[in-house]
């Protein structure tokens, strides 16, 4: 389970491929003390599991499920990544609560930088449409965030500069792709008011001796 904060961006040290996995190795500055091999990061939100570390990196394997579902499949050497270790009962939580799950990655459509705000607009799918609301958590790249608008063709964020130093949301342009995690919440709620649904249909047959 993780936040949405980020603690770090780190830097793509290498990537070997495999005919069955991707191994990633990131360099990082200060998120590994007292970390250890099999603890939970996500990189760019998306949860990984470490495998290898050392004071200056670590390293991680991704399914080929994960490498075509997630922004991780264009990632190259050198990149940058948002990292945020896995949440600890004693921390605070400061953005939503966030598994970690990609839902899918989607194109950035438009970057929109007015004053002191920059507006972020990312496509999305029919499939995730059902989890997104006006005003509702999002997750892109690992960074937990609000909708400011949302449209058919798009749902668009604002960044503030904090956001855009300290995550890699900064270095964003137009065509690349982001992860895009929906809210867990609305996630749990279509699924206990589907099942409420299904219970009102069992119930109505079986009154009527149909089933």
Known sequence: MFTGIIKEVGTIKSIKKTEKTVTFEVETKKLLKDKEIGESIAVNGACMTIIELNKESFKFDVMQESIEKTNLGTTKEFSKVNLEPALTLNQAIDGHMVQGHIDESAEVVNIIKKDNKTQLRVKYSKKISKYIAFK??????????????????????????????????????????????????????ERMLSEKNNEAKYEYLKERNLI
């Not at 063709?153 to 995690?181: Q, S």
Request: no cysteine; aromatic share 4%; hydrophobic share 40%.
């Open 136 to 189: 509702g958590s999002i997750t892109i790249n690992g960074v937990s965030l609000t909708i400011s608008d949302l449209q058919e063709e798009y749902i668009a964020v604002d960044l503030i500069p904090h956001t855009l130093k300290e995550t890699n949301l900064g270095e964003l342009e137009k065509g690349d792709l982001v992860n895009l995690e929906a809210d867990m919440i609305a996630r749990y709620l």
